[in-house]
């Protein structure tokens, strides 16, 4: 080939870099315009917000002060939190107790014992059905609260201090509260226990935990109750 060639090809090449140059700096022109706009819609999202934050701790901390009206059709006030607990000790533990009774009456109605569960006819050793126990007490998340294995822990279990179903349990004597925060009495965990504690978890609170089980009504009916009772039988060792 030619020095002619070579010569034409290196003018080209500048002629082409002359171009891209040129283009990079369009870009950025346009990119530095954008960007602008975009920098100070940013900034005003971030004081929208703050102004938002700080409202909300206002609110937060009028409240926390006490005397913020709660339900002004019942007449409920917030109290600061030494006059809450100061009024609490003045009316006494008892009386206390028997105004959230009525309080939980008057909302939900009186405690029904659950209808009995005919247990005479299933097997509770059925590997089938501790399966699909075992598959319900995941998909019910009983695994949160309730710990099965010691290298395994239950977060929320251990907060509220839960039941752990861990060793020889079955058949085994604990001591229960009648009603959350009622009075003790010793029962056994058998059958008929369980399935009161599933179908009624507020009827009988094991001694020690911070706050009963709750669950929704119907959320597991006769059968799925058969099924979670085999598999947390089972894990009684």
């Not at 109290?79 to 008892?94: I, N, Q, Y």
């Not at 008929?192 to 020690?208: C, D, H, M, R, T």
Request: hydrophobic share 45%; net charge neutral; glycine share 8%.
């Amino acid at each position: 080939m030619s020095d002619e060639y070579y010569n034409h090809d290196s003018e080209g090449s500048g002629f082409f870099g002359l171009i891209l140059l040129l283009v990079f700096m369009l870009g950025g022109f346009v990119v530095a315009r954008v960007h602008e706009p975009g920098q100070a819609i940013g900034t005003d999202a971030a004081k929208a917000r703050l102004a938002k934050r700080e409202k909300i701790e206002a609110g937060a901390t009028a409240k926390m002060a006490g005397y913020s009206v709660v339900n002004a059709e019942k007449g409920f006030v917030s109290l600061p939190v030494d006059s809450a607990l100061a009024k609490v000790a003045e009316l006494g533990s008892e009386k206390t107790r028997n105004e959230l009774v009525e309080r939980s009456i008057a909302k939900d109605g009186k405690y029904e014992a659950p209808k009995p569960v005919d247990v005479s006819g299933t097997d509770l050793a059925d590997p089938a059905l501790v399966a699909k126990g075992k598959e319900l007490f995941m998909t019910k998340t009983c695994f949160t609260c309730h710990q099965t294995d010691p290298a395994i822990p239950a977060p929320a279990g251990l907060a509220i201090k839960s039941p752990q179903f861990i060793g020889e349990f079955w058949g085994k004597e604990r001591e229960v509260h009648i009603g959350f925060q009622g009075p003790i009495q010793k029962v056994v965990l058998n059958e008929q226990y369980f399935i009161e504690s599933v179908k009624q978890p507020l009827a009988k609170v094991v001694k020690g935990a911070l706050a009963p089980m709750v669950l929704a009504p119907g959320l597991v009916n006769d059968e799925e109750v058969l099924a979670l009772m085999a598999y947390v039988k089972s894990l009684s060792k």
